[in-house]
């Protein structure tokens, strides 16, 4: 890596393209080992009208990226895709990144009121710098617990196996594709949770789909419902995400 820090360079900022993609890839070097997830979603993240994403530039060259999804009926966003090009990382360039998102943000959304984030800390303590920034900036953090098993290239679970093998299926409840992501469905999930899962800023619990924290909400859930189908547990009349 090169010994420079962005302080002194020229930092600048626009709004990534599909002709982006190659560039974005190059950056991308070693980020989550092959489960990137990127690569699949770059192009649906450009054409989404609900997801802003920026890069940051040197010269020509694009050094860093920031997606920005809105949610809560734009009241809120979450921070994605974090990504600093191999030479550029621990220089700045995230921070200038950061910066240059919530500014365009605050006048270009004036409805967002909220910033989410999630960073994946496994025990051995290897992603502590990430967590501890976002521990130090963010208002709540919520800890999950996390097995992960690797199972060969582009496939892997986030449950071990051999747990899910244990599992008696003949008394699990009917899983059925959600319907009516309404309030009244939103509160009977509510219902089933503990009163320590309701941390949001409005009271409300937190779900997270694909490393995407969202507040439990007819909104959201439509907003999910749209790019992959939910599904609901049903049994003796109680109802779950």
């Given at each position: 890596m090169a010994d420079r820090s962005s302080a002194g360079i020229d930092v600048t900022f626009?709004?990534?393209?599909?002709?982006?993609?190659?560039?974005?890839?190059?950056?991308?070097?070693?980020?989550?080992?092959?489960?990137?997830?990127?690569?699949?979603?770059?192009?649906?993240?450009?054409?989404?009208?609900?997801?802003?994403?920026?890069?940051?530039l040197v010269g020509d060259q694009v050094?860093?990226?920031?997606?920005?999804?809105?949610?809560?009926?734009?009241?809120?966003?979450?921070?994605?895709?974090?990504?600093?090009?191999?030479?550029?990382?621990?220089?700045?360039?995230?921070?200038?990144?950061?910066?240059?998102?919530?500014?365009?943000l605050r006048q270009n959304r004036p409805a967002v009121r909220y910033k989410r984030a999630t960073a994946f800390a496994p025990a051995d303590g290897s992603n502590s710098v990430a967590v501890s920034i976002l521990q130090k900036k963010m208002r709540l953090q919520f800890s999950m617990p996390f097995i992960e098993y690797q199972c060969g290239p582009g496939l892997w679970w986030r449950q071990d196996p051999a747990q899910l093998a244990q599992l008696d299926t003949t008394v699990l409840p009917d899983a059925v594709p959600l319907q009516d992501a309404d309030d009244d469905f939103c509160t009977a999930v509510q219902k089933c949770l503990p009163a320590e899962a309701c941390g949001g800023y409005d009271g409300k619990p937190i779900i997270v789909a694909d490393w995407e924290p969202y507040t439990l909400s007819p909104t959201n859930?439509?907003?999910?419902?749209?790019?992959?189908?939910?599904?609901?547990?049903?049994?003796?009349?109680?109802?779950?995400?």
């Open positions: 626009r709004l990534a393209s599909h002709e982006d993609y190659e560039a974005v890839m190059r950056i991308s070097e070693g980020v989550l080992g092959n489960r990137d997830y990127l690569p699949a979603f770059f192009h649906r993240y450009i054409d989404d009208p609900d997801v802003v994403v920026f890069l940051a050094v860093g990226l920031k997606a920005a999804i809105l949610t809560e009926g734009g009241t809120a966003f979450i921070v994605k895709a974090a990504r600093v090009a191999p030479d550029w990382r621990g220089q700045g360039i995230d921070g200038k990144l950061s910066g240059h998102q919530d500014e365009w859930l439509r907003h999910l419902q749209s790019s992959s189908t939910l599904w609901t547990l049903q049994s003796e009349e109680v109802t779950s995400l």
